[in-house]
């Protein structure tokens, strides 16, 4: 099992150890139905491509039940977990349950411990994204971002991380890619040019991070400055 699906892993059965401690546990497990929404899986960074994979591998843990109840359209229907693996855009139709076994708290804690989860719990479930400046490949969120084709993005990302927490004005880059031109003598015009040109390009490194991770905010710009978001640099 690879690391980014033991993280996934990790940060799924995060998700439902907090929403069993909200019932009065007083009944069997299996009672107890836990909601999936598209919403949990942004706010854990749950790779959602990963998500029947997730679901195969807790059922074989004996974490949640053979079948699950999917919501859609306000119509549950019942589909097995080969089917989610088989159909996984079944996941995509809204908001579905699955239902936990008796053994849950068991189980929980005998995956958790072979896969790492309670061991250094913040190291497998959130990273800092760490970025290759000779091979122009940033690391976040278990998953690798390639930027070498991409020249604007990666002298965006050379500068950003010199300095995790350092806001970065357009021309200050430009400067430093270029440090015999004297840019202070650029009209109005061409610096303004200039900076709607990094400030795109800004908003293209974010676009590319979105397509592989859940995260879509990992800079903060405007049209004058560019940061790493802070929120993504406390662990």
């Not at 993280?7 to 799924?12: A, V, Y």
């Not at 699950?68 to 119509?75: A, F, M, T």
Request: with cysteine; net charge neutral.
């Amino acid at each position: 099992m690879d690391l980014e699906l033991k993280q996934n892993i990790c940060k799924f059965l995060k998700y439902l150890k907090e929403e069993v401690a909200l019932f009065a546990l007083n009944k069997e497990i299996d009672e107890q139905i836990i909601s999936i929404e598209p919403l949990v899986l942004t706010t854990y960074k749950i790779d959602k491509e990963l998500l029947p994979e997730i679901i195969k591998i807790l059922i074989k843990e004996k974490i949640i039940v053979k079948e699950l109840k999917l919501d859609s359209k306000q119509i549950d229907i019942l589909i097995t977990s080969d089917n989610l693996c088989k159909h996984p855009e079944l996941m995509r139709c809204g908001a579905y349950n699955i239902i936990l076994t008796n053994d849950f708290y068991k189980n929980y804690k005998l995956i958790s411990k072979k896969l790492g989860c309670n061991n250094g719990a913040d190291n497998i479930i959130t990273n800092k994204p760490t970025y290759d400046s000779k091979k122009k490949i940033l690391t976040f969120q278990g998953k690798q971002i390639e930027f070498a084709k991409k020249r604007k993005q990666y002298e965006i990302l050379d500068c950003l991380f010199e300095d995790l927490t350092r806001e970065w004005e357009y021309i200050d880059i430009e400067e430093k890619l270029d440090p015999e031109f004297d840019f202070t003598d650029l009209p109005g015009i061409k610096k303004d040019q200039l900076d709607k040109s990094r400030y795109n390009s800004s908003g293209e490194i974010n676009n590319n991070i979105a397509k592989k991770t859940t995260c879509i905010d990992f800079l903060i710009k405007d049209m004058k400055k560019v940061k790493i978001n802070p929120e993504y640099l406390k662990k």
